[in-house]
């Protein structure tokens, strides 16, 4: 089993679908939470990061974190066609060495 | 400002060879992280260099290493390069924790 689990899809939605991402992980050391998106083409860049459980909101984004269960999410609302990217969760139990998910690809459909 | 550059974008080399790829954080950035990302294994961590010491170190074999100079700036290097080392390699670079990555250099070995 990996350390961290993530649907690789692809996941196609509507424009203005909400859009839940999601992943699973078995360290439960692990404390800071984080999401990248990632174009084509492109290294990843920094969406939102969470420390601990709960809820983190940013514009259309919300990150969630459930330590209990080993479970984090990602909600984009009102998807655009410019959302379609991969989407990498990463976690860490010091903040320094981070541990990636494989990758959830999503398309938003015009 | 300028953001995390790294070169080349796209290298090609024959089994056995060795490269180099290099990694220019931002400014006033210290912590310089390198990745492999392949479709199949994700995002995997290779090492991490501070101040001119490597800091981590992933699970890679020797025939990968790197360094980082007195102005931040990194090299990795690969030596005798196999078919499996074709991946696209990042580098990340943090002042704290929360990496700032690269576009990448795409290796890929004939």
């Known amino acids: 089993q990996k350390e961290v689990e993530q649907d690789p899809g692809p996941l196609s939605v509507p424009e203005g679908a909400i859009v839940s991402l999601n992943c699973t992980y078995s360290?439960?050391?692990?404390?800071?939470f984080m999401w990248y998106r990632q174009y084509s083409r492109k290294g990843p860049e920094l969406l939102m990061y969470t420390y601990s459980s709960g809820n983190k909101e940013d514009g259309r984004f919300t990150a969630q974190v459930d330590k209990s269960s080993k479970y984090i999410s990602l909600f984009i609302r009102d998807s655009q066609p410019s959302d379609s990217a991969t989407y990498l969760c990463a976690m860490s139990d010091d903040g320094q060495n981070f541990v990636f998910g494989p990758g959830t690809r999503l398309s938003v459909l015009p | 400002k300028a953001g995390v550059t790294q070169t080349p974008r796209y290298l090609i080399k024959t089994r056995g060879q060795q490269v180099t790829l290099s990694c220019s954080p931002i400014s006033g950035h210290r912590s310089v992280s390198w990745y492999q990302q392949t479709p199949g294994q994700g995002l995997q961590f290779l090492f991490e260099?501070?101040?001119?010491?490597?800091?981590n170190k992933g699970n890679f074999p020797g025939r990968f290493s790197g360094r980082q100079f007195s102005n931040s700036r990194s090299e990795m290097n690969v030596s005798t390069l196999e078919l499996g080392d074709s991946a696209l390699y990042l580098c990340?670079?943090?002042?704290?924790?929360?990496?700032?990555f690269g576009q990448g250099t795409r290796l890929t070995v004939v």
């Open positions: 990340a670079s943090s002042w704290d924790r929360w990496g700032i």
């Open positions: 360290n439960s050391a692990f404390q800071y």
């Open positions: 260099y501070f101040s001119e010491t490597q800091r």
